[in-house]
């Protein structure tokens, strides 16, 4: 798989044992309803100055 954006980059989690366990309990959740045996999220942040006014 191959994303691109100019204005978000994958999250670096690493230290973020919590935020990571909350994917992964989401990730197994969709996979239940939705009956995809592995879905896999992808965590995102807005990469900085890319002209957003947001703090």
Sequence with gaps: MDIHSDSYKIAALSGE???????????????QLTGISSVT????EKN??????EQ
């Excluded at 900085?48 to 006014?53: I, L, Q, T, V, W």
């Design 17 to 31: 044992e919590d935020a990571v366990e909350v994917i992964r309990n989401a990730e197994a959740a969709i996979a």
């Design 41 to 44: 999220l992808i965590a995102y």
């Design 48 to 53: 900085s100055g890319n002209g957003s006014k």
